[in-house]
């Protein structure tokens, strides 16, 4: 399925834990398929800098010390869709995170003719996902990331890319710290799990595998969605 095939919006969202690799698999999708990858945080940022009435609004309310309602999102995700990069379709990333909100998004696409047409979740074993996470580290210079497991420099202490010799670890890859967020996401998540499962819009992806084959199992959700 190439984007010129393509006839309608696509919508997505890619449910999943951190490290699950929904980032890198939203950038194959966006461009494979031509969607565009919406970020929530990126979003609110962007409303209030360009200076719209929803980003005004979002502007007081951040200046407040307060959560942005899910009225101001949806009014801000609202003038994003209108604008053309998006005709192919969307990745949401970050919303929604309730049933309220995922009520409220069904609303808003429907008022455009449009609807989630799959809620993707990248299903992951929580133990495999600790090992995954917690052996991660990366080179203090050019960012190049290793595995203590998967992914070694060739050269022991040197980084294959640039050489360097300093490597670090983000805080929060720990074992422990990995496990509660792992908790945490199922806790909070399973409640869209179920909403997107009873309107037929779930899908599960063994996510565990090779990137690729991850990629062409996703592919093949998208072509199925936009044919249909």
Same mark, same amino acid.
């Given at each position: ?5 393509m ?10 834990p ?14 494979k ?7 929530t ?38 003038? @994003?869709? =209108? ?13 929604? @995170?309730?049933?309220?909100?995922a ?7 429907? =008022? ?12 992951? =074993? ?20 290793y595995?203590?497991e ?6 022991? $202490? ?5 050489? $360097?010799?300093e490597?670090?670890? @983000? ?7 990995? @496990? ?5 996401y199922?806790?909070?998540t ?18 565990? $595998? ?17 044919? $249909?």
């Amino acid at each position: 399925m190439s984007t010129e095939t393509m006839t309608r919006p696509v919508n997505l969202i890619l449910l999943g834990p951190p490290g699950a690799g929904k980032g890198t698999q939203a950038r194959m999708l966006e461009e494979k398929f031509g969607l565009v990858q919406l970020s929530t945080g990126d979003l609110l940022r962007e409303a209030v800098a360009a200076g719209t009435e929803a980003g005004k609004a979002a502007k007081a309310v951040m200046e407040k010390g307060e959560l942005v309602s899910d009225e101001i999102v949806i009014a801000i995700l609202s003038d @994003r869709l =209108d604008q053309p990069d998006v005709t192919k379709g969307t990745i949401l990333d970050g919303f929604p @995170r309730t049933e309220a909100q995922a009520a409220a998004l069904d609303t808003l696409l429907a =008022d455009r003719g449009q609807k989630i047409d799959a809620a993707i979740s990248l299903e992951v =074993d929580d133990e495999a996902m600790v090992a995954r996470v917690s052996g991660r580290y990366t080179c203090a210079a050019c960012g190049e990331g290793y595995h203590d497991e998967f992914k070694q420099p060739a050269t022991a $202490g040197t980084c294959d890319k640039c050489q $360097g010799t300093e490597f670090k670890r @983000r805080a929060d890859d720990n074992a422990e710290t990995v @496990r509660t967020r792992l908790s945490a996401y199922h806790a909070q998540t399973a409640p869209l799990i179920s909403y997107y499962a009873a309107r037929d819009a779930l899908t599960r992806v063994p996510a565990m $595998g090779d990137i690729n084959e991850i990629a062409a199992d996703l592919g093949k959700i998208v072509g199925g969605v936009t044919e $249909g």
